[in-house]
């Protein structure tokens, strides 16, 4: 039931930014967690950032702290997530996921294939 859709990736030159934006539906659960991952070719898909649904509390992995910076917007049902000084090593498909009953830190740790609601992903190229 929940549906999870990601947009705003695209080919970008180093240096620049980006804003990617997951749609969120269908939630059940009065607490849950939504993060953003990625996963580039031939590496382990990894956390970045996350945030609960209710108090916006947060929490960054060492790969995003610093140049990412996740928000939510309640009144369009989207969490955001964005990226500033894009390095070519950010080159990768990125995820927006859900857990039920989950801290921000908790989703962000835990094995990604743990986690149930996935979105399809979108791409982001950083090439000059």
């Known amino acids: 039931q929940v549906h999870l859709v990601e947009s705003g990736g695209g080919l970008v030159q180093p240096g620049g930014s980006l804003r990617l934006s997951c749609a969120t539906s269908g939630f059940t659960l009065d607490y849950y967690a939504i993060g953003w991952f990625r996963q580039a070719p031939g590496k382990e898909r990894e956390g970045l950032a996350c945030?609960?649904?209710?108090?916006?509390?947060?929490y960054y992995t060492d790969s995003a702290k610093g140049r990412f910076a996740i928000s939510r917007d309640n009144t369009k049902s989207t969490v955001d997530l964005q990226i500033n000084n894009l390095k070519a090593d950010d080159t990768a498909v990125y995820y927006c996921a859900a857990q039920g009953f989950f801290e921000p830190q908790q989703l962000c740790l835990i094995r990604p294939g743990a986690i149930d609601h996935w979105g399809q992903g979108t791409q982001v190229t950083v090439s000059s």
């Open positions: 945030i609960s649904s209710n108090y916006g509390t947060k």
